[in-house]
């Protein structure tokens, strides 16, 4: 089992920044690749950004691109997502994800095994 906890979400203006961080206790993190995720009011849960169990590889949703950025710290057993130029329409609740172990990063969300809570974050125009 994984556990998952974020953090870090808050009520931002449009234009601004913001970092979200995930702890994963439990299985050794360093062999899970793991994804954010995002849910808005009445939409269904989509892609955000992943990283590979390695750290070598990253993906993002093109709506992302650019402005988002994901990393993770092994020997913090962390994951972090910094937004920055934040968006009105990238209001939702984030969702830290990890799957594996020692598989394929992905965009998917049945790659992923176990879910956080999630976190509010909230852009203001």
């Known amino acids: 089992q994984v556990q998952l906890v974020e953090s870090g979400g808050a009520l931002v203006q449009a234009g601004g920044s913001l970092r979200i961080s995930c702890v994963a206790s439990?299985?050794?993190?360093?062999?899970?690749?793991m994804g954010w995720f995002r849910q808005a009011p009445g939409k269904e849960r989509e892609f955000v950004a992943a990283v590979s169990w390695s750290g070598g590889t990253t993906y993002y949703a093109d709506s992302v691109k650019g402005r988002f950025t994901m990393s993770r710290d092994n020997s913090k057993n962390t994951v972090y997502l910094q937004m920055n130029s934040l968006k009105p329409e990238d209001t939702a609740v984030y969702y830290c994800a990890a799957g594996g172990p020692y598989s394929m990063a992905t965009t998917i969300r049945t790659g992923y095994d176990y879910w956080g809570q999630g976190t509010q974050v909230t852009v203001s125009s």
């Open positions: 439990g299985r050794t993190f360093s062999g899970y690749h």
